[in-house]
C-alpha cells in the first residue's frame, strides 16, 4: 500500500478517488485530538462534536459530552456504544468539512462511496440524499439495545488459506447450530472468498468449528476476536425488535434528493444503491444483513478507482482488505513470471492460494496493487495550514454546549443537504 502522504489530494485526483468510510471499532478516537488541538481545524472539528453530542443526548437521554471524551482522549467504553457511534459519526463528517472548508477541495466530486458497517450511513448523509439528523437517529436510538445484545456474544473470523470457502455452506451450518435452540449464530460480513466473519450467541462459536471440522470442501479455520460486538448485520438483533423498529425509524426519513452525489455503493447488496426508491429498503436491510466487503472492493477496482481515500479515526477493516488483496496478487503474478522456475514448482506456488483461480476470471482484480490508499485524518494533520483558526468565534477555552441545539448553519441539513 502506498504511503498515505505521498499520495497528493487535489480537485484533479478526486473525480477518480473512492471515499470510503469505516465503522465502530473497539477503539473510535483516531488522531481526532490531534485535529481538535489543530488551530486551523479545531472549530469545525469542535462544531461537529456539539452536534454529535445534541442528537445523541436526545436519543438516549443521558447527557452527552464528546468534546471533552476527544479533549481528555477518553475512549467511549462498551456501555457507552451510542457515544462511540456519535463519536465516528462526528469524527467522519468533521474530516470532510476540513477537506472542504479549509482546503477548499469537495468531497462530493469523489467517483463513487462506500462505508463499512457504521460507515455506509455516514456516506448515506455526506451524500445529500437524506438529512443527517434523519439517519443519525436510526443507530443512535437502537444503540443502547444492540449494546445489550453483545452480552454473551462472540466475534470470529472464518477463514482458508488454500481455496475460497463457500458461503452457502457456512450460512446452512449456521442455521443448523441455531436450530439447536441454544443461542443463534450468522454470517456478519464478507471480506473476502476466503475470509467471513461469524457472529454468535452462548458456545455457538465453538459449536460451528466442530461442525465445520467434518464439512466437505477446503479446511476452513475458526479464530475468535476478542472484544465487545454488537451483533448487527445478523438476525441476532432480532431478539429486541431492532429490525422493525428501525423500519418505522426510516419511513419517516425525508429525502432530500432524487440520488446520492457521490454515487453510493451498498455493503448490504454489494452494488450501486440508493437511487431514485431504493434507498429505504436498503438502509432497512442495513440492519441485519452480511457486510458484503469484498463485492464492493470488486466494484472499486471495475469502476478504475486510482485513489481510495479512508475517512474517520484508525481506519483499519477496509485498507487491511485492499492490502491483503494486493499482496496477494503481488505473489500470484510474481509466481506466474518468474525465470528459472519449473513448470510444475510454478503450479504449486500458484495453487497455494484462494486467489490463483479468481485472477484469469476477475482481471480487475490485478489492479489492487495500484491503488493509491489515502488516510484522511494523516493526510489533513500533514497538510494542516499554518496556526490560526477558521472561525472567529473560535475559544478553545469556551467549548460549545451538547445541551445546546446547534445553529442552523451547522445543522445536519444545512451542512450536509445545501452543500
Known sequence: MA????TPVTSAVLPTCALAFRGYNQTNLGRTPE???????????????????FMCESAVGRRVDLFRHVRSRDEPGPDRYAESVALVFAAELAQLDLL???????????KMAFGYSLGELTAVAESGLYPLEAVMRIP????????????????????????PLSEELLVRLCEEVTAQGRGAIAISAVLSPNTLLVIGAGDTV?????RLETADGPRASVRTHDGVWPPLHT???????IPDRATLLIRETPRLNNGPRPPVWSLVTGRREYEQTTGREVLRRWVDSPQRLWDVV????????????HVGPEPNVIPATFQRLADNVVQQTLAWTLNGVGLRA????????????????????LRAPRVKHVVLEDWLIANAPAARATSPGYAPSAPLSPADPPSDTSSGTAAVGSR
Open 35 to 53: 485535529l481538535l488541538e489543530t488551530p486551523a481545524y479545531a472549530a469545525i472539528v469542535q462544531r461537529r462534536l456539539a452536534e454529535a453530542s
Open 235 to 241: 438476525p441476532l438483533v432480532c431478539e429486541k425488535h
Open 3 to 6: 504511503e498515505p502522504l505521498a
Open 346 to 365: 510454478a503450479q504449486q506456488m500458484a495453487g497455494s492460494t484462494w486467489l490463483a483461480p479468481l485472477l484469469p476470471r476477475r482481471g480487475c482484480l
Open 140 to 163: 443512535l436510538s437502537l444503540a443502547d439495545d444492540c449494546a445489550r445484545l453483545a452480552e454473551g456474544v462472540t466475534m470470529a473470523i472464518v477463514f482458508s488459506r488454500k481455496a
Open 298 to 309: 470488486e466494484a472499486t477496482l471495475q469502476a478504475d478507482v486510482r485513489t481510495i481515500l
Open 206 to 210: 465453538d459449536r460451528l468449528k466442530q
Open 100 to 110: 472542504r472548508e479549509v482546503h477548499g477541495l469537495e468531497p462530493r466530486d469523489a
